[in-house]
């Protein structure tokens, strides 16, 4: 079966490529899809590593069976991480199998009976434990909340493989080839970028555990359940995921706006000028009521300045950049640099939005914030345009 992709003799591909749904989570757009990637291991016992969203379970179940029909039946279901892009399938395969037995720990049992009722035949590990399946040894390691509670990762010890849940995962189905050495890596960073920001970031001081508990252990392979599997340069995906969640940032900026009448979108046309008189390229702008949210969130996380041109509406923040502050503050994106312009009418509200985030996760403000009223004039351009100068001065400052 050409779905099936071997990784080794004995370790199979079993996931799969959902090129339908629009919205993960039903939030975050899927332009270039998705994978729900899950596995086989083959030796004296067979083991599942992960299953599928609901809508893949007849495309999981089929190869399932194959190997089942190949390789006799499946003794041991591992369940990574809890969340149903990867526990989908858990129910069906119990209904077929049901003397597959489930390995996980304490709160990934209290997720399968809330979830599916499922409170029998369960395998509990303790963090660090070892199971031997043949010539394979399995080491189980806790990695609470990246990107649940429950969520651990499965390290083949004999191999040096690690299995690792929703860490060092990303966005984008994978187009023909699985491994990192087989697929153009440019065309998926971004989107890895944008899974790890929208998903994963939040919980970054987890990662940041979760890297270090990885760290005395060699890692040859890494098969996360989301994106390409690792085998040429795992140390590739560890270091971006380790970047990323010290909250380090790349030279360059992010100019959100909204404007409804056209005021202050030339304020924004201004600082961009103001950035790119000291020479700077890497500026990216975005219209706030019209690129999703989730764009907006990977690129702050992967620029070191964010700069908010915002009306007022309704004595507070526009509504779109209203969500975005407060996504980001949600977030807890840290260590930025930002700007604030804007317009008003009669009120100039919802500023304290943008120095609350700024307080809370150490963005520093650059002076002065810049308030026009009902319209830019000349001398508010002209601070527009020394903002952005002053931004890309700060960068360098704090090189
Ligand atoms: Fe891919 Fe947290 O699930």
Known sequence: M???????????????NDRTTDLFESLWPLPRGVSYNAYLLVDEKRVLIDTVKSNSIDTYI?????????????????????????????????????????????????????????????LFIEDGEE???GKHRLKFFFTPMVHWPETMMTYEVTRQMLFSGDAFGGFGALNGGIFDDEVDLAYYEDEILRYFSNIVGKYSPMVQKAIQKLAPFQIRL???????????????????????????????????????????????????????SEKLSTIRIHNVSGVHLSYLIRDAWKYKAVIFASPTYDTSLFPPMDHFVRMLERKSLKNRIMGIVGTYGWSGGGIKVLEELAEKHNWRLLDPTILAKCSPKEEDLRECFELG???????KEEK
């Open 389 to 395: 100068r002053k931004c890309v001065c700060r960068m």
């Open 222 to 276: 890494i098969a996360s359940t989301h994106g390409p599997v690792w085998r040429s340069d795992p140390r590739e995906i560890i270091n971006l995921y380790d970047k990323w969640s010290r909250h380090e940032a790349e030279e360059g900026v992010v100019l959100a706006y909204g404007s409804m009448y056209g005021n202050t979108a030339k304020m924004m046309e201004a600082v961009a000028r103001g950035l790119n």
């Open 131 to 133: 199971l031997s399946i």
């Open 2 to 16: 050409d779905s099936i992709i071997s990784i080794t003799e004995d370790l199979f591909w079993i996931g799969n």
């Open 62 to 122: 089929e190869k399932v069976d194959y190997l089942v029909q190949k390789y006799g039946k499946v003794d041991y279901l591992i369940i990574n991480h809890m969340e149903p892009d990867h526990s989908g399938a858990i129910s069906v395969l119990r209904t077929i199998w049901p003397e597959i037995k489930i390995i996980g720990n304490k709160k990934t049992a209290e997720f399968l009976k809330e979830f599916y009722g499922i409170t029998e035949n369960i």
